[in-house]
């Protein structure tokens, strides 16, 4: 069974199996050591070698645990999912122990609330209002007009809706068609990350 973020196969079920066998002490350690390091090498050689006799495991077996919990973290990272729906898809379908799950949504909650800030201070779109002017250039008699679309986006901040922000942009047709595209990619992505939670 494969999720959009990850692809389920024996190695990482061997993977989860080690991880499964760890104390959820250890195992929260451990977690958090790998997402603090960042790297592929979280560990030292002489870390390792500690790791190795204080969990009493094989080289081969240390390495794929490390992997394992390197691997989910990181694909887990790079998708945007409900703590719930992660706990319930690294139970059901990664076959994770229920408190190996709670402390990994734990510590993936704490990590993407670094990489994307509180969201208590940032801000809403709340209106978009637009129009479209005719803008007249005039190269010494030769009047050209081009066509100009303006937009006003009226925000609040997500918690204190009193504090309220205008961006006022103008596009020419050409920028406009752009931003228009790429609304589009990002309505499809949305759309797709819409349908893994189902």
């Not at 069974?1 to 250890?26: A, D, F, P, Q, Y």
């Not at 790791?51 to 009493?56: E, R, V």
């Not at 122990?97 to 670094?114: G, L, M, R, S």
């Not at 129009?131 to 925000?155: C, H, T, W, Y």
Request: aromatic share 8%.
């Amino acid at each position: 069974m494969n999720l959009k973020w990850i692809n389920v196969n024996e190695r990482l079920k061997n993977g989860v199996k080690l991880i499964n066998s760890l104390s959820t002490k250890k195992f929260q350690l451990l977690l958090g050591h790998i997402v603090e390091a960042e790297g592929e090498n979280p560990f030292t050689d002489e870390e390792l070698k500690k790791l190795k006799d204080s969990l009493k495991l094989t080289e081969d077996a240390l390495q794929l645990l490390v992997q394992s919990i390197s691997h989910i973290f990181k694909q887990s990272s790079k998708v945007i999912l409900k703590p719930t729906v992660l706990y319930k898809q690294l139970c059901e379908q990664l076959e994770f122990e229920d408190e190996k799950a709670e402390e990994f949504v734990k510590i993936w909650c704490n990590h993407t609330n670094e990489d994307f800030g509180d969201f208590s201070s940032r801000m809403k779109l709340e209106n978009v209002s637009w129009e479209l002017n005719i803008q007249v250039a005039d190269q010494i008699n030769n009047k050209q007009s081009v066509p100009v679309g303006r937009m006003q986006f009226e925000l609040a901040q997500s918690v204190d809706n009193s504090k309220k922000e205008r961006i006022f942009m103008e596009f020419t047709q050409s920028e406009l068609q752009q931003l228009y595209n790429n609304l589009e990619k990002i309505q499809m992505k949305l759309d797709n990350i819409n349908n893994v939670g189902h």
